[in-house]
């Protein structure tokens, strides 16, 4: 199988992950993937391939030659619930153009060049792409078909001499659960990467800290015709938190190393409403100083409408990884080489996001993140040039020679 089919194949897999349901993994048909997954790993003849109760694969070739480090590789199996991931109905664009694609005639879905015309930097390449109904699936189905071409290249070419490889595919990283149940002692590596950036050449060691956020707005709903003085609409009251935020500080108006609020869904009648946002920040002083501001806000609504009125959950999902990583620059240093002999330029920058490797970085694992080639995640826009999975491919293969 190559890795292009091997990818088509994962995305027909529909694994978006749920924070609402408290399993793990979130959803069935992640659980459903990992057991295919193990399978393959075992079929192509990867050893001690292990999946446990909460959906986690691992799995090891063994080294074939003495004094290299264990490497692990990680990817995650869940897709972002932002879009639909099911069945996904992926197309290869032969030889892109540069000209708008038309994703799906029958709902005239068009793929705009003026809206995202980073995509130029991919004509007269091959370009995996959806019907314009799901997202794609490339984070982080790329990393994982990457991670597994890749070793059974090695398996097929015993002359390349490397050390023990580890590979861990995880549930639930889409929701900030990734690394709850991932085990960093069995995992037993040196240092791992995940597979998990964007555009072809991203090489990544700082991202943002990250917390979830549950607002509870209480109201108390009588007759409309006789709400003098007794009707507390809970739905105006939340709107009325949410345009007490600051403006500016969201994720259409930031960048680079800029925080923000996102307010990602909302629900609510005039008996309760209930708003939930993510929290992201750089900077770990200013991050715990946006989770001070939502309680602050909050006790402003309570003493206006009375104690109880707004209830606030706040729970960290993950820290900026960069404190952990700094200490141990040789393993960014060797992307960095291995990038180049391969023929991409590297692009160190901030994610503006978390993977897996932010929180297993301070479980004792430093974990950089290294590019997968897919663009505009969690979109019904997302594509997949196949030169960047390829590339992908090739610096893991560089990573584990160079090692």
Request: glycine share 8%; aromatic share 8%; charged share 25%.
């Amino acid at each position: 199988m190559t890795l292009t089919e091997r990818f088509l194949k994962y995305v027909s897999f529909c694994t978006t992950s749920d924070e609402q349901t408290n399993m793990t993994p979130s959803t069935p048909g992640q659980m459903e993937f990992a057991k295919y997954l193990a399978a393959e790993l075992k079929a192509i003849g990867m050893q001690e391939v292990t999946l446990d109760k909460n959906g986690y694969v691992m799995a090891t070739l063994p080294a074939n030659t003495e004094g290299k480090p264990t490497i692990g590789f990680i990817a995650h199996m869940d897709t972002a619930p932002d879009a639909s991931g099911k069945h996904v109905k992926a197309r290869i664009v032969e030889n892109y153009d540069g000209q708008d694609i038309l994703l799906n005639a029958e709902k005239n879905i068009v793929f705009e060049v003026a809206k995202y015309p980073e995509i130029l930097d991919y004509k007269g390449q091959d370009i995996i792409v959806t019907d314009g109904t799901t997202l794609l699936g490339a984070d982080d189905k790329a990393g994982l078909a990457e991670i597994v071409t890749a070793c059974e290249y090695l398996i097929q070419h015993p002359e390349i001499q490397h050390g023990k490889i580890r590979v861990g595919f995880t549930p639930d990283e889409e929701i900030g659960q990734g690394a709850d149940h991932f085990d960093v002692k069995k995992f037993g590596c040196d240092f791992a990467y995940t597979m998990d950036g964007g555009a072809v050449g991203e090489l990544e060691y700082e991202n943002f800290n990250a917390a979830g956020c549950k607002v509870k707005v209480h109201g108390v709903n009588v007759h409309p015709g006789y709400g003098y003085h007794k009707m507390i609409n809970s739905m105006r009251i939340a709107n009325h938190f949410a345009m007490m935020l600051p403006r500016w500080e969201t994720p259409e108006h930031t960048q680079g190393y800029e925080g923000f609020y996102h307010l990602i869904a909302m629900n609510g009648t005039v008996e309760e409403t209930t708003l939930q946002y993510i929290i992201r920040d750089h900077d770990r002083a200013r991050f715990e100083s946006r989770k001070r501001e939502i309680e602050h806000l909050a006790r402003k609504i309570n003493q206006e409408y009375g104690e109880g009125t707004v209830e606030v959950e706040l729970r960290d999902q993950y820290y900026n990884m960069r404190e952990k990583v700094e200490p141990v620059m040789h393993i960014v240093t060797l992307v960095e080489e291995a990038m180049k002999e391969v023929g991409v330029t590297p692009k160190v920058q901030p994610i503006r996001g978390g993977t897996d490797g932010a929180r297993l970085s301070f479980e004792g694992l430093p974990c950089p993140n290294i590019f997968a080639g897919g663009v505009n995640f969690h979109s019904r826009f997302e594509y997949l040039p196949i030169p960047s999975m390829e590339k992908a491919m090739e610096v893991i293969l560089q990573i584990v020679r160079k090692a």
